[in-house]
């Protein structure tokens, strides 16, 4: 564990506080009310969703790939009623079987992850045909003059806070095979205008069709 990813996953919580309070926290709610069945959280992070997972839920995961992180949501998971496992794991190399589970949850994480379509990908392998992904994501404007500070500031952002302000998180999703089912596009509360675009929904890995052989 280097000190950088020390003190990351020490000042996340405070870094995220005024958002959170502002609206973040709202928001986390609503989506994880359509988290049902099997559910894996990728890049689970020091754990700010997992006191919104309600009823529906019949197993949880989460995944975290950073040591540090993963402590702290250790820890968490340690004072919650719900019984969570908790694997260190990457987006990109989740280890489970294909179509495993029922809801896939990804908040503030394909920003972040090094191989973006990889980590989709991996997404979809582990979804049931019919399964969702519900996410919360911050994603490259559509704002031509805002996309192009993204651009700029880009660098500064990955070195601060190691994540990637201007991907096309949503052209990707569409790419590798999600069907968009429900998308609202808004503002990261209490954020940076180059941070602040944001999008939250839900995409479902389809049911392919059948093939018959004569």
């Known amino acids: 564990m280097g000190l950088r990813s020390r003190l990351f996953a020490l000042t996340y919580n405070r870094l995220m506080a005024s958002g959170e309070k502002a609206g973040l926290a709202g928001i986390r709610a609503t989506l994880l009310i359509g988290a049902s069945g099997d559910v894996l959280e990728i890049g ?12 529906e839920v019949t197993t ?3 995944t975290e790939p950073d040591a540090s992180m ?12 719900r019984s969570t496992t908790v694997l260190r794991a990457p987006a990109e190399d989740l280890p489970f079987e294909d179509a495993t589970f029922d809801t896939v949850v990804s908040t503030l994480v394909l920003c972040g992850v090094e191989d973006q379509p ?11 045909p019919g399964g969702r992904l519900l996410f919360i994501e911050h994603v490259r404007s559509d704002d031509t003059a805002v996309a192009r500070r993204q651009d700029r500031i880009n660098w500064l952002n990955r070195l601060m806070v190691r994540c990637d302000c201007n991907r096309p998180t949503l052209e990707i999703l569409k790419r590798e095979g999600f069907v968009i ?3 609202v596009h808004g503002e990261l509360p209490k954020s940076p205008s180059f941070v602040r675009p944001m999008i939250v929904g839900s995409a479902a890995r389809p049911i392919e069709a059948l093939t018959h052989c004569s």
Do not use: C, F, M
């Open 60 to 62: 949880l995961t989460v």
């Open 44 to 55: 689970a992070g020091t754990g700010l969703n997992l006191t919104h997972y309600a009823g």
């Open 70 to 81: 993963l402590r702290r949501l250790e820890h968490v998971v340690g004072r919650t009623a």
């Open 118 to 128: 990889r980590s989709v990908r991996e997404i979809r392998r582990v979804l049931k």
């Open 181 to 183: 089912d429900d998308l």
